[in-house]
């Protein structure tokens, strides 16, 4: 079922690709997100029981089917429990680009990539307009309870 979706996400997003968008969806959307927010707070609320993506995480990496060498992009990655969970799964030879538009969420996965011995993750802080990944860099981008902060979807 996951995959299903995000074949039809994927998919939608190509044929939509083509237009440009002018106007944010969500004005601001973010701002609080670009003041510098509170790692630690984001933390517990991210990665707790309470949460049901958090909950299903295992699950949520299984549909991947993740492979050895495979590049893939964690969009919105906040902080970072997804990343680490690719990291592993890739191995060493291959690539996690962690991207938000946050940078203290991005510090905070390089600190703990860092501390993990983790070198197969590289931290991105994108803008409203581009995830400002390399052209054809990655196999997979997951985009995980973030698609509502995307200002402009169509661009």
Known sequence: MI?????????????????AQEAS??????DNFK??????????????????????RQDI??????????AVADIGAGTGFFSLMFSEKVGQEGRVYAVDIAESFIEHIKKI????????????VCDERSVKLPAESIDLAFICDTY????????
């Open 113 to 124: 990539s860092m501390e993990q011995g983790r070198t197969n993750i590289e931290g991105i």
């Open 25 to 30: 969806v969500a004005p601001g959307i973010n």
């Open 35 to 56: 003041r510098d927010p509170k790692v630690e707070e984001y933390v517990e609320r991210f990665e707790g029981e309470s949460r049901s993506i958090y909950v299903h």
């Open 3 to 19: 995959k299903h979706c995000l074949l039809a996400f994927a998919a939608f997003g190509m044929c939509m690709g083509a237009l």
């Open 61 to 70: 990496l299984e549909s991947l089917e993740l492979k050895p060498g495979m």
């Open 148 to 155: 509502h902060h995307f200002e402009y979807p169509f661009d």
